[in-house]
């Protein structure tokens, strides 16, 4: 914490045992938990709430003001879990009146040159790989996986233990459990080989499987997909999060694709 070569406000709450690298700034009304490692050429602004053993590459730059013209200088947040790594040249926004903070989870890994607009609500054990884009008001839930180089229209919604594929253009909300891919992005199956690595039984997967059968491959609008789900599926965990995130959409559903010569489950 006595690095000479930094500057650090003394209103800073910063615990003991954090590790701060030649030519960081941290700004007044910040506060770092116990045993994070700030990397060199790191600014860390007002508003920022890093939590603990987190790990922040150089040229990050985490809790500057939003890229939003309808910022007045509101007091707002940008909160990071612990024990998160933030990659180098990482860009996280602070909150607008909106909702007052961006939230990024704890146990997430924000690789290289991902940037986290305003408001923001990222869960943890999310994963956005290399350049990933994600505008104001996105919200990312836990376990997810956002392959480099994708962009995030604002206000879309992806659901827990999606995995969607690099490059893609993401302006529709994600459902849970779910692989995308392809342009425009659509269902790509049911992320199975993750949620087996989660501990999910096998009849836990089979029933999501089941479930988007209805949803996406037997030719029926969302609402026809939900009253046959309810009226012919049992009630599970898994089931109840699928329809309630669909009935919640506000930017509305990817699409779904259908080819026999392809097992779409996998």
């Not at 040229?59 to 200088?73: H, L, N, R, T």
């Not at 956005?128 to 919604?157: M, T």
Request: with cysteine.
């Amino acid at each position: 914490m006595k690095q000479p070569l930094a500057y650090i406000h003394p209103e800073a709450k910063i615990a003991p045992n954090v590790a701060i690298e030649p030519f960081v700034t941290i700004d007044k009304n910040v506060e770092i938990g116990e045993g994070t490692r700030i990397g060199s050429n790191v600014t860390i602004l007002e508003g920022a709430r890093i939590g603990k053993n987190c790990n922040i590459f150089p040229g990050a730059v985490i809790s500057a003001i939003p890229q939003d013209m309808k910022f007045e200088g509101e007091d707002s947040l940008a909160i990071i879990g612990d024990n998160t790594t933030i990659r180098e040249f990482v860009t996280v926004n602070r909150g607008t009146k909106s909702k007052g903070k961006t939230v990024v989870g704890s146990n997430c890994l924000l690789m290289a040159y991902v940037h986290v607009a305003h408001d923001c609500v990222i869960g943890n054990h999310v994963i956005l790989v290399n350049s990933v884009q994600v505008a104001g008001e996105v919200k990312i839930d836990d376990w997810a996986i956002v392959g480099g180089l994708s962009a995030i229209h604002q206000f879309v919604h992806i659901g827990s233990h999606v995995m969607i594929s690099g490059g893609s253009l993401i302006g529709k909300d994600v459902p849970p459990y779910v692989k995308a891919g392809r342009e425009p992005l659509s269902y790509a199956g049911v992320n199975s080989i993750g949620l087996r690595r989660r501990n999910f039984s096998n009849e836990q997967i089979r029933d999501i499987q089941d479930i988007y059968r209805f949803m996406f491959q037997k030719g029926l609008n969302y609402s026809q997909a939900i009253e046959r789900i309810e009226a012919e599926l049992p009630a599970s965990n898994e089931r109840d999060e699928i329809i309630l995130f669909v009935k919640n959409s506000q930017r509305g559903i990817i699409k779904g694709y259908y080819n026999s010569d392809n097992n779409l489950d996998g």
